[in-house]
Structure formats: C-alpha cells, structure tokens
C-alpha cells in the first residue's frame, strides 16, 4: 500500500489511523499524521468536524 506525501513537510508520508466511536463501531481512517517527527502535521475528523494540526498523542487506555 502507497501513502500519500505530506504537502507540508514534503518529507514525509500520511499515515492513516483508525478508532472506536462510542457504540463501539470502527471508524477507519479518523486521522491521517504525518510520519516525519519534525513535521507533525495531522488532520483528524471528530463529530463531523475537520481539524488540522490538532496534537496526536497515545491514549492512555
């Protein structure tokens, strides 16, 4: 599988990540992050709603 390039680091790739909504159904690809450290750029959706550059972080569950 390809991934796309970041457009704002240009270095590195858009990886996908997916969740749980809260009947317990997938939801693939809520947010794609950049894999470059340096970078972070993300844009994740949450209720219907766009964000970009939103900190991703591990959840602590």
Known sequence: ???????????????PLSDYGREGAAIRYKAWVCHNPDCGFSIRIDNGEISLGKEIRESVK
């Not at 599988?1 to 990886?15: I, N, S, T, V």
């Open 1 to 15: 599988m390809e991934f796309p390039g970041c457009k704002k680091c240009d270095d590195g790739l858009l990886l």
